[in-house]
């Protein structure tokens, strides 16, 4: 599982899918009203933010134009199915005990 959330799922969540994050909550007698921001990766906004040196921003650069997002997909999806195919053949055990 380490592998599976280290090498396909951050990559793929970091680098290619836009999330909402929220801008400010406030209350309007009982309602809460909630803004968000545009969506963007969490690399756009680490890189947006400044706070990198140039030599980081350039790391994570190179990192990005190395990942495809369609090969991460298809990985992700081969790597999860052996891996809930490994979970099977223990309950299978288990069971059978």
């Known amino acids: 599982m380490n592998d599976i959330y280290k090498n396909y799922w951050n990559p793929l969540q ?10 400010e ?12 921001d545009k969506p963007k990766t969490s690399y756009q906004r680490v ?4 706070v990198l040196t140039k030599q980081e921003e350039e790391k994570l650069r190179m990192k990005k134009q190395d990942l495809n997002p369609f090969e991460l ?3 992700l999806e081969i790597k999860l199915k052996e891996f809930f195919e490994v979970l099977r053949k223990i309950n299978i055990r288990k069971e059978a005990a």
């Open 73 to 75: 997909k298809a990985a």
């Open 47 to 50: 890189i947006e933010s400044g």
């Open 25 to 36: 909550k406030l209350r309007v007698g009982v309602k809460i009203v909630k803004k968000y």
């Open 14 to 23: 970091n680098y290619f899918l836009p999330t909402f994050k929220l801008k």
